[in-house]
């Protein structure tokens, strides 16, 4: 099971970097505002990864505080940067 | 080729070089193969930086002794004193010095305890002390009671699997290639017999026990007591007049035994070989269910270290194997380069923590390759972390911030309250009277330090990773890890729910898809 759960890291992990990227086509960011949606991506992902395996070996109290603690501030992180620091990049066609 | 598909592969052609000219997708391609190409470097090198961490560090310094620092005799190991009768009367006052100052009583006595150990009615009320949990510790111990274990569990050398016996020794002497080769060879055979970790220490005097002692029970005198009934009195009266019938019967006579006259040959290197206890059975701790895994350890122990023993010996070089006698473990444990010595007195493996028994064997093959004490931070760790401490319900672990030369707990200002501290060698300390007196008390095994602690965890790659950053980060976030462990979910003991989540372990057993949720591992197949 923890060979599956890598395997769909590894597709979580692919589909945030062309996430990632494809939001940079479309909006402009500072340095620090790319540093925080990267950090805060990884942090989401570490915080699934982490919930997956305490699950596996049957501690949920471990996987939800993984969620808590990694990954909601993870998301937080991106949204926060998106929120503060985005800002669109005009089409020129 | 039809002029359709023809017509088909064109229009894919020139979508595609319309697609790669549009600068917004190639950019999008770009970034995503190099931002995640980046990461995934930086995951990889991580990674590899983990393992390289999880091997730990040569620990030079290790260990750090006082001037004076020699080998503790083993008769005064509080199990050897306990299961002793005439150490009971040649030091009457050990017994007298703790009952008065931790019971209450000048009267108490470890040694009448000892036969009705483990033998108390169960109670059906109380999750962990059913007749489940009761019928499951009983049928761990039954291989060491029929084996003359429980004896050489506590401390008996010579015994049937731990014989001294070298007449089965081959003649003819093996040649190995090179001392790798050797060593290599010794750890696929401890592996094949079931050990987790393996290592091979020079042998060191200072950690031997000298003198060895025998209490010169025998398991005919146990059994004889038991066929009496003696350990389901409760009056301990009765029991002390019974053993000394026994002992008359008998004719117990302890002795002590030396290196230089009674052991048979010089041993130059000791064989380290641990075996794991059960996640989850011993998460139960304290109770009659987690003194399953710690009853088949001993059985486990026997029959490792005797196969290595017997390995040796057809190699034609002589071989004792031992579990708790003859030597520390833990020191042996350290100087094979297995863990590191933990608040709790125990050996914390990479990976196990404390959940794993200690069994060795001496020989005189000494073409090795020898293995050097480690350090991975853990006991740097137990500094900051109480959590065994904390969990010991008699209080019986040092709780102080650093690791010290000398016993400095509870009325270490009493004289001679020491007597059971191998003292001089800076580690923590524990009061193993503390320990084995709540053995006694609360009829099973405990184990509370060893559930408890930060270190014992089930193999998962996020308990890997904090083992691995572990040496890196600082003190205080080891006491942050220390407060989160709990709050994590692990390393709760009495926890009546932990009992009811072993007793399901055994579900998926038929096909275990995995293989990995066996013995020592954690979960449901």
């Known amino acids: 099971m923890q060979l599956l759960q890598w395997f769909l890291m590894g597709i979580m992990f692919t589909l945030g970097s062309i996430g990632v990227a494809y939001l940079s086509t479309k909006v402009k960011m500072p340095w620090y505002g790319w540093s925080t949606v990267i950090i805060g991506s990884i942090l989401v992902l570490f915080g699934i990864g982490w919930s997956g395996a305490s699950f596996l070996e049957g501690v949920a109290q471990s996987g939800a505080m993984a969620l808590m603690l990694m990954s909601m501030p993870g998301v937080l992180m991106v949204v926060l940067a998106y929120r503060y620091f985005a800002t669109q990049i005009v089409s020129k066609s | 080729m039809t002029t359709k598909n023809i017509s088909q592969n064109e229009t894919a052609n020139e979508q595609l070089e319309a697609d790669l000219d549009n600068p917004e997708r190639r950019t999008l391609l770009k970034r995503a193969a190099i931002g995640g190409g980046a990461v995934l470097a930086a995951g990889m090198g991580s990674y590899a930086?983990?393992?390289?961490?999880?091997?730990?560090?040569?620990?030079?310094?290790?260990?750090?002794?006082?001037?004076?620092?020699?080998?503790?005799?083993?008769?005064?190991?509080?199990?050897?004193?306990?299961?002793?009768?005439?150490?009971?009367?040649?030091?009457?006052?050990?017994?007298?010095?703790?009952?008065?100052?931790?019971?209450?009583?000048?009267?108490?006595?470890?040694?009448?305890?000892?036969?009705?150990?483990?033998?108390?009615?169960?109670?059906?009320?109380?999750?962990?002390?059913?007749?489940?949990?009761?019928?499951?510790?009983?049928?761990?111990?039954?291989?060491?009671f029929s084996t003359e274990l429980r004896l050489a569990g506590l401390g008996t050398p010579n015994s049937r699997f731990y014989s001294w016996d070298q007449s089965d020794v081959e003649l003819e002497q093996y040649q190995f290639g090179s001392e790798k080769e050797a060593s290599d060879a010794?750890?696929?055979?401890?592996?094949?017999?079931?050990?987790?970790?393996?290592?091979?220490?020079?042998?060191?005097?200072?950690?031997?026990?000298?003198?060895?002692?025998?209490?010169?029970?025998?398991?005919?005198?146990?059994?004889?007591?038991?066929?009496?009934?003696?350990?389901?009195?409760?009056?301990?009266?009765?029991?002390?007049?019974?053993?000394?019938?026994?002992?008359?019967?008998?004719?117990?006579?302890?002795?002590?035994?030396?290196?230089?006259?009674?052991?048979?040959?010089?041993?130059?290197?000791?064989?380290?070989?641990?075996?794991?206890?059960?996640?989850?059975?011993?998460?139960?701790?304290?109770?009659?269910?987690?003194?399953?895994?710690?009853?088949?350890?001993?059985?486990?122990?026997?029959?490792?270290?005797?196969?290595?023993?017997?390995?040796?010996?057809?190699?034609?070089?002589?071989?004792?194997?031992?579990?708790?006698?003859?030597?520390?473990?833990?020191?042996?444990?350290?100087?094979?380069?297995?863990?590191?010595?933990?608040?709790?007195?125990?050996?914390?493996?990479?990976?196990?923590?404390?959940?794993?028994?200690?069994?060795?064997?001496?020989?005189?093959?000494?073409?090795?390759?020898?293995?050097?004490?480690?350090?991975?931070?853990?006991?740097?760790?137990?500094?900051?972390?109480?959590?065994?401490?904390?969990?010991?319900?008699?209080?019986?672990?040092?709780?102080?911030?650093?690791?010290?030369?000398?016993?400095?707990?509870?009325?270490?200002?009493?004289?001679?309250?020491?007597?059971?501290?191998?003292?001089?060698?800076?580690?923590?300390?524990?009061?193993?009277?503390?320990?084995?007196?709540?053995?006694?008390?609360?009829?099973?095994?405990?184990?509370?330090?060893?559930a408890a602690c930060t270190f014992n965890e089930p193999d998962y790659w996020h308990h890997w990773f904090i083992m691995a950053i572990n040496p890196y980060t600082p003190k205080f976030i080891h006491s942050l890890m220390a407060e989160l462990h709990p709050a994590f979910g692990y390393g709760s003991t009495e926890d009546p729910a932990k009992v009811k989540k072993f007793w399901k372990t055994g579900e998926g057993m038929r096909v275990n898809e995995t293989n990995r949720h066996a013995f020592g591992a954690v979960g449901k197949a």
């Open chain 2, 186 to 450: 010794i750890r696929a055979a401890a592996k094949l017999y079931g050990a987790v970790r393996c290592g091979i220490a020079r042998r060191d005097k200072r950690f031997d026990y000298d003198p060895i002692y025998d209490a010169g029970i025998t398991t005919e005198m146990m059994n004889s007591l038991e066929s009496q009934g003696v350990h389901k009195l409760r009056d301990y009266k009765q029991v002390a007049g019974a053993m000394q019938e026994a002992m008359k019967e008998f004719k117990v006579q302890d002795r002590e035994l030396t290196w230089e006259h009674d052991f048979p040959f010089v041993p130059k290197s000791v064989i380290v070989l641990a075996v794991p206890m059960d996640y989850d059975n011993l998460a139960t701790a304290p109770s009659r269910t987690s003194g399953a895994t710690v009853g088949d350890g001993y059985t486990k122990m026997a029959t490792l270290a005797s196969s290595i023993a017997k390995f040796i010996k057809n190699l034609g070089f002589q071989a004792v194997a031992c579990g708790n006698d003859l030597g520390s473990s833990v020191a042996y444990g350290i100087a094979a380069g297995l863990g590191e010595g933990g608040r709790n007195n125990q050996l914390l493996v990479p990976g196990y923590g404390p959940r794993v028994r200690i069994c060795k064997v001496y020989t005189d093959f000494e073409f090795v390759e020898y293995d050097q004490a480690h350090t991975w931070g853990m006991t740097e760790f137990c500094k900051s972390c109480k959590k065994c401490g904390e969990a010991c319900p008699s209080q019986a672990i040092d709780m102080s911030d650093d690791t010290h030369f000398y016993y400095d707990g509870e009325h270490s200002d009493q004289p001679g309250y020491a007597w059971g501290n191998h003292e001089g060698i800076k580690k923590f300390h524990t009061d193993a009277k503390k320990c084995f007196d709540y053995w006694l008390e609360s009829d099973n095994d405990c184990g509370a330090c060893a």
């Open chain 2, 49 to 144: 930086a983990g393992k390289s961490s999880v091997q730990g560090v040569p620990d030079l310094s290790w260990p750090v002794v006082t001037d004076d620092f020699k080998s503790f005799p083993q008769r005064n190991t509080v199990l050897s004193y306990a299961i002793s009768p005439q150490q009971m009367m040649r030091h009457p006052e050990r017994n007298e010095q703790f009952g008065r100052l931790n019971k209450n009583n000048p009267n108490y006595n470890f040694q009448v305890q000892v036969p009705g150990y483990e033998f108390k009615p169960w109670d059906n009320s109380r999750p962990g002390f059913t007749q489940l949990d009761h019928a499951l510790q009983h049928s761990s111990w039954f291989p060491p």
